[in-house]
């Protein structure tokens, strides 16, 4: 069986016709997800230097705490 397992038509003669006829698409995210979870954990770390305990990891509550606490 060449084609993947969700083709409708079963047809194709090989795995990568059967991919390019169904629209498959694989991206790469890139930097910019790379760079938003960097700034994310380095305000966290930033705030956990300060004795801070953010709620969580997230950018806006690292800041929140920082800013609650004037720091």
Same mark, same amino acid.
């Given at each position: 069986?060449?084609?993947?397992?969700?083709?409708?038509?079963?047809?194709?003669?090989?795995?990568?016709?059967?991919?390019?006829?169904?629209? =498959?698409? @694989?991206?790469?995210? #890139?930097?910019? @997800?790379?760079?938003?979870?960097?700034?994310? =954990?380095?305000?966290?770390?930033?705030?956990? #230097?300060?004795? =801070?305990?953010?709620?969580?990891?997230?950018?806006?509550?690292?800041?929140?705490?920082?800013?609650?606490?004037?720091?």
């Amino acid at each position: 069986m060449a084609c993947r397992s969700g083709c409708p038509t079963q047809d194709h003669a090989n795995w990568g016709e059967c991919a390019r006829d169904s629209g =498959l698409q @694989v991206g790469d995210l #890139g930097r910019g @997800v790379a760079a938003t979870t960097d700034r994310r =954990l380095n305000s966290y770390a930033q705030a956990r #230097g300060l004795g =801070l305990q953010p709620p969580s990891t997230k950018l806006r509550d690292s800041q929140l705490t920082m800013r609650a606490a004037g720091a």
